[in-house]
């Protein structure tokens, strides 16, 4: 399903896709590949493109030769249409945007039975546009690269780190009560500090 959106100065194309399932024909497949391939071939590289869905295929943990889409954050091994997707993201220029940052491994899975977790569901957009969601190409470091990592937020947390450190060293009751005070004063002023960053 494709939705085009005319917000102010931009054209968002948002397509919602589902991959056939492991059991189909490789004919099938094959249609679902060609038939998404012909509507982002009709997306003008101007406009603003989102792709996500069920892709019934697992990228893997992590980029092996592809590092210019798959962010390293993924879950599991690759295997089923996972490389058929990071080929897809490739000619496109697409980046899959929920393998370029961390997240828990509870989160990581998207689908789950009770024999196996698996990731299969993703979103892919541009990579010019993974840079103003404020997804970072540096995947170095923690935050390296990131554009909202400012100084004031790096203080914010660094005050935070540091009063709970103290909270965990305190020794006496007394002591504890007020490094308990100034941690919960410290986190609550680095939280909204990173929120509006």
Not at 153 to 162: M, N, R, S, T, Y
Request: with cysteine; glycine share 12%.
């Amino acid at each position: 399903m494709v939705i085009k959106l005319v917000v102010g100065e931009y054209t968002l194309n948002v397509i919602s896709a589902y991959a056939p399932h492991a059991g189909l024909s490789e004919e099938v497949k094959q249609r679902f590949w060609e038939g998404i391939y012909e509507i982002v071939r009709q997306v003008p590289p101007a406009e603003k493109l989102f792709i996500g869905g069920d892709f019934n295929g697992h990228i893997g943990a992590s980029a092996g030769g592809y590092g210019e889409v798959h962010g390293g954050f993924g879950f599991g091994e690759r295997k089923g249409g996972g490389t058929t997707l990071l080929d897809f993201a490739k000619d496109f220029g697409l980046v899959i945007a929920n393998s370029r940052f961390p997240k828990r491994r509870e989160h990581l899975v998207t689908f789950q039975n009770g024999v196996a977790k698996t990731q299969i569901d993703y979103l892919l957009l541009r990579r010019c546009d993974s840079e103003v969601l404020g997804v970072s190409t540096a995947v170095s470091s923690r935050h390296k690269g990131d554009w909202w990592w400012n100084e004031v937020v790096q203080g914010k947390v660094e005050a935070k780190k540091a009063a709970y450190l103290k909270l965990v060293g305190s020794i006496g009751e007394e002591e504890r009560r007020a490094c308990m005070e100034r941690y919960k004063v410290a986190r609550k002023e680095a939280k909204p500090s990173v929120t509006e960053a």
